[in-house]
């Protein structure tokens, strides 16, 4: 989960083909963001369904992402909790920007923009973050980190090895 992901280059079918296992592996696993290397593809995509800061639900799909976030006087944290499928059963507080925007390509390879403000300005760094190689725990203090990992061990038992691949999707 610590490495930069492949660019998406080929806007192919097999692209379609993971975009729909994505979006059925987020929604079985109730996620509200997905990367590939989060199901082991190791290719900057990733798809989401999460509410925005006007409780708007807001989907997509985003290869070979660019977030921004404000500067400046614009920036403002947010800290509330945040959580990973793949760290499944432990949240911890992580301060992030309230506000994020990301450009890239669908998996038609048109291009997308999408503004995030509320859980979405959170959800839209958590992922891009990922396809470059950081987990939430990485941007949390140290003893909240331990904390973390710690959290989840003690429910790891109740998720399969390959969650959330694994997960029922019908
Ligand atoms: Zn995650």
Redesign the pocket.
Known sequence: MHHELADVIEFDDELATLVADMVATMYAAE?V???AN?VGVDLKVFVFDCPDADQQRITGVVCNPVLRLPNGADRQLDVADE?????PGAFTECGRPDHSWVTGFDHLGEPVAFEGTGLLARCLQ??T??LFGT??GDRVPEKARKKLYKLHKQVADEYQDDWPVGEEVD
Request: hydrophobic share 40%.
């Open positions: 996620g963001g997905l990367a989060q959580g990973c499928l793949s760290l958590h992922e973050d990922h987990v939430f």
